[in-house]
């Protein structure tokens, strides 16, 4: 008996393992997705009677260096003067709580915006007046970062002067140059292997004669690369074809946000990942060259 029960154990532990996740992103609608195929296909040698074309790509997954927070700021008031005093008050609350954290002042920007009257109105019987009511000033605080986890603190220092609106973060690196050098090896060490596949499966002689036709490298921000679906949810339908004296009252469904990783749209031959699974800058580099054939 005991061994019938592991038997079915590892069944029931074999399946499990093998079965496949989809995850509630498939509630994703279709007109949503991205523009690339479902599968990616991509030719990596093209040869023809006289030269060969080899192709290699190279994904890297970059922490980045550096981040810049964009935090809106607004005031309004019934004069100018009044409402940049009391914007000011705010913003220089804030830059003091701050500074406590760490962050220096030359890392704060102040970005004027927009002043702008405001205006609202009032009904008495079945007239409606328009009247002047004041202005309201905005600025935006860009804010350097180095280590991505003080955000949370800056929202609570925020939200301590009134400040919600988190306008966005963005993510840098130093040097480019450096990392485009670390891929175009990669690519060449890719492409040199696929030109000896090639060699050793074709009659055709290589020559030393070639030349790069083509370089295309990327950056992928964070920032750009998060979908959206809404709440994953079954409803029920009421049909209201035979009577118009149905009322249907919703309740809010929530939208998910996620990040979806440029690696699944580009065929990439490589993946140098450095901080998995922290999200961070993705670069790549795809690059082409055609190397001359014996005739």
Same mark, same amino acid.
């Given at each position: 008996?005991?061994?019938?029960?592991?038997?079915?154990?590892?069944? =029931?532990?074999?399946?499990?393992?093998?079965?496949?996740?989809?995850?509630?992103?498939? @509630?994703?609608?279709?007109?949503?997705?991205?523009?690339?195929?479902?599968?990616?296909?991509?030719?990596?040698?093209?040869?023809?009677?006289?030269?060969?074309?080899?192709?290699?790509?190279?994904?890297?997954?970059?922490?980045?260096?550096?981040?810049?927070?964009?935090?809106?700021?607004?005031?309004?008031?019934?004069?100018?003067?009044?409402?940049?005093?009391?914007?000011?008050?705010?913003?220089?609350?804030?830059?003091?709580?701050?500074?406590?954290?760490?962050?220096?002042?030359?890392?704060?920007?102040?970005?004027?915006?927009?002043?702008?009257?405001?205006?609202?109105?009032?009904?008495?019987?079945?007239?409606?007046?328009?009247?002047?009511?004041?202005?309201?000033?905005?600025?935006?605080?860009?804010?350097?970062?180095?280590?991505?986890?003080?955000?949370?603190?800056?929202?609570?220092?925020?939200?301590?002067?009134?400040?919600?609106?988190?306008?966005?973060?963005?993510?840098?690196?130093?040097?480019?140059?450096?990392?485009?050098?670390?891929?175009?090896?990669?690519?060449?060490?890719? =492409?040199?292997? &696929?030109?000896? &596949?090639?060699?050793?499966?074709?009659?055709? $002689?290589?020559?030393? &004669?070639?030349?790069?036709?083509?370089?295309?490298?990327?950056?992928?921000?964070?920032?750009?690369?998060?979908?959206?679906?809404?709440?994953?949810?079954?409803?029920?339908?009421?049909?209201?074809?035979?009577?118009? $004296?149905?009322?249907?009252?919703?309740? &809010?469904?929530?939208?998910?946000?996620? @990040?979806?990783?440029?690696?699944?749209?580009?065929?990439?031959?490589?993946?140098?990942?450095?901080?998995?699974?922290?999200?961070?800058?993705?670069?790549?580099?795809?690059?082409?060259?055609?190397?001359?054939?014996?005739?």
């Amino acid at each position: 008996m005991k061994n019938y029960l592991t038997i079915i154990l590892l069944v =029931i532990f074999s399946a499990n393992s093998y079965a496949q996740v989809g995850g509630n992103q498939v @509630y994703q609608n279709s007109n949503n997705r991205s523009q690339s195929p479902v599968s990616i296909n991509k030719s990596s040698i093209v040869s023809t009677a006289s030269n060969l074309t080899i192709n290699a790509s190279v994904l890297l997954n970059k922490e980045a260096d550096y981040y810049l927070m964009t935090v809106g700021v607004k005031q309004e008031a019934k004069t100018v003067i009044e409402c940049n005093q009391q914007l000011n008050q705010r913003i220089n609350a804030f830059l003091s709580d701050l500074s406590k954290a760490g962050i220096k002042g030359e890392d704060v920007y102040a970005d004027f915006i927009s002043q702008t009257k405001l205006y609202d109105h009032s009904i008495e019987s079945n007239v409606i007046t328009e009247f002047f009511d004041g202005f309201e000033i905005r600025k935006n605080l860009i804010i350097k970062l180095k280590e991505l986890a003080l955000i949370d603190e800056i929202i609570e220092l925020a939200s301590k002067q009134e400040i919600f609106d988190i306008v966005k973060v963005e993510y840098f690196n130093d040097d480019l140059d450096q990392i485009y050098d670390e891929l175009f090896d990669e690519a060449m060490k890719i =492409i040199e292997n &696929r030109k000896a &596949r090639f060699s050793a499966h074709s009659s055709f $002689n290589v020559t030393d &004669r070639y030349r790069i036709i083509q370089d295309h490298f990327g950056i992928h921000n964070p920032q750009n690369m998060y979908k959206q679906y809404n709440e994953a949810f079954e409803s029920s339908v009421v049909n209201t074809h035979y009577s118009g $004296n149905y009322i249907k009252e919703s309740v &809010r469904k929530d939208k998910t946000f996620f @990040y979806e990783s440029a690696q699944n749209s580009l065929a990439v031959d490589k993946v140098i990942d450095e901080i998995s699974p922290v999200v961070g800058i993705q670069y790549s580099l795809q690059v082409s060259i055609i190397y001359d054939l014996v005739r």
